[in-house]
């Protein structure tokens, strides 16, 4: 089955750094665009980040612009969210999703809209906290 994995969360004390990796298993990231989504305890699913098939336009949450950015090797098959500044409220399960959207001319972007994605990983978990 086509599916998602996510590493790279841990605990970090506020204002820290941790960068989370995405890697398929059983496909290639080519030709998808893959997002971040994160959901906290009681809390709705929040798009984070995403990013296009190429890595040539991506999109952020007003909650964490300059502060998180996504980048992708597609050379190593691998999509990253780098996130810096880390806050309490960043702290949330973490998830990376993928759908098939080769490319500007296929449709609508996916955005970040969970709806709009196919594929998904386990989640990693990420605590902000002192």
């Known amino acids: 089955q086509l599916r998602l994995v996510e590493s790279g969360g841990g605990l970090v004390q506020p204002g820290g750094s941790l960068r989370l990796s995405c890697t398929p298993s059983?496909?290639?990231?080519?030709?998808?665009?893959v997002a971040w989504f994160r959901q906290a305890p009681g809390k709705e699913r929040e798009g984070v980040s995403c990013?296009?098939?190429?890595?040539?336009?991506?999109n952020y949450a007003d909650s964490v612009k300059g502060r998180f950015t996504i980048s992708r090797d597609n050379d190593k098959n691998t999509v990253y969210l780098q996130m810096n500044s880390l806050k309490p409220e960043d702290t949330a399960t973490y998830y990376c999703?993928?759908?098939?959207?080769?490319?500007?001319?296929?449709?609508?972007?996916?955005?970040?809209?969970?709806?709009?994605?196919?594929?998904w990983g386990q989640g990693t978990q990420v605590t902000v906290s002192s």
């Open positions: 990013i296009s098939s190429m890595g040539h336009s991506t």
């Open positions: 059983g496909f290639t990231l080519d030709w998808h665009e």
């Open positions: 999703a993928a759908t098939f959207h080769p490319t500007t001319g296929y449709g609508p972007e996916p955005g970040l809209y969970s709806e709009n994605y196919s594929y």
